[in-house]
């Protein structure tokens, strides 16, 4: 089993900065992608940012040159650095956790998930 614990959300305003954390306990495997997504109200839950085991990273269009990405993989820890936010990206954050073996994905965990508010 998997235990993702987030934390770091809160109310922020238009502009300011907001760093989240989710520590991933239990059986980790070797290979693996951390990653944050995120659901808004009304709408469907959307990928923000992972980064692998090997460090590729990815992010959504929408956020690249705000958002920053990172792990520890000694901590299993991945954190998400959120710089000039916007009103827009007020939702649910949940971290993920995606088990790779052999190219595909065996399974995938889901933290609780932390409310970022962004105020205009």
């Known amino acids: 089993q998997v235990q993702l614990v987030e934390s770091g959300g809160g109310l922020v305003q238009a502009g300011g900065s907001l760093r989240l954390s989710c520590a991933a306990s239990?059986?980790?495997?070797?290979?693996?992608?951390m990653g944050w997504y995120r659901q808004a109200p009304g709408k469907q839950r959307e990928l923000v940012a992972t980064i692998s085991s090997r460090g590729n990273i990815n992010y959504v269009d929408s956020v690249k040159g705000r958002f920053t990405i990172s792990r520890d993989n000694a901590k299993n820890t991945v954190y998400l650095q959120m710089n000039s936010l916007k009103p827009e990206d007020t939702a649910v954050y949940y971290c993920n956790v995606a088990h790779i073996q052999y190219g595909t994905i065996l399974s995938q965990h889901w933290g609780q998930g932390t409310q970022v508010t962004v105020s205009s």
């Open positions: 239990g059986t980790i495997f070797r290979v693996n992608i």
